[in-house]
């Protein structure tokens, strides 16, 4: 268990829908990163915050947002979900930008 | 810009066999390069992990790899297969800059261990 917590575990929708994925992070990590893994894009970053403000930005559509509390738990929105944004959604924390992440076990998003 | 290459996206050997996976990287400078496992329906997790200090790193579970400046590689190895090691392992990359971050993936190459 990496202490990473990711909810819910498996979510189905259909397309046009939107959809709010949860992340706590370990305890005392300030960094938190989402990435996306898909059969034909493989693992892709989407975004991390650090201590609730934006870092860095990878490939992450525009109808994607996300955003980090006070309380450093974060959120992806997805929205208007087409089929293919079906995949696994993963959280990673870390204690700062200068250390290794730690994953949690995804979000199987599936989009019908 | 920085990416990963795995040679070999399906590698099967047998149980009690060397375990070789392929990481090539490309960058201008040496980046930290990192190993990581995912079982079936679980998440990523970290094997081991280069920094700039030794070049031979030793992982969790036997495993280790080593960093080869001239050749762009980071190889990860295991002298004696288990069916435990089934899995799919990612080589990843991200820059030596602060605030390392943004951990770039090679495609993943899926280990098969056969009694």
């Known amino acids: 268990d990496s202490g990473v917590t990711q909810t819910p575990k498996h979510l189905i929708t259909a397309t046009g829908q939107r959809v709010t994925l949860r992340c706590s992070p370990r305890?005392?990590?300030?960094?938190v990163y989402w990435y996306q893994q898909s059969l034909d894009q493989g693992l892709q970053f989407l975004i991390q915050y650090y201590n609730g403000e934006e870092r860095a930005k990878g490939n992450i559509l525009e109808r994607f947002s996300a955003q980090q509390f006070p309380d450093l738990h974060s959120e992806l929105n997805l929205s208007s979900l087409e089929l293919g944004d079906s995949a696994l959604y993963f959280c990673a924390s870390s204690v700062d930008e200068n250390t290794e992440a730690f994953f949690g076990q995804g979000t199987r998003l599936t989009v019908v | 810009a920085q990416s990963v290459t795995q040679l070999g996206s399906h590698v099967s050997v047998s149980e009690g066999a060397l375990v070789l996976l392929r990481c090539n990287y490309s960058s201008s400078v040496p980046p930290y390069l990192f190993w990581y496992v995912q079982y079936p329906n679980q998440g990523l997790q970290l094997l081991l992990k280069?920094?700039?200090?030794?070049?031979l790193v030793k992982g969790i579970n036997g495993f280790e790899a080593e960093f080869k400046k001239s050749e762009t590689s980071f190889h990860l190895t295991k002298p004696s297969a288990h069916m435990s090691d089934a899995a799919e392992y990612f080589c990843a990359v991200t820059p030596k800059t602060p605030g390392y971050n943004k951990l770039i993936f090679g495609a993943g190459t899926r280990l098969a261990v056969h009694p």
């Open positions: 305890s005392g990590d300030l960094s």
């Open positions: 280069y920094t700039s200090a030794a070049t």
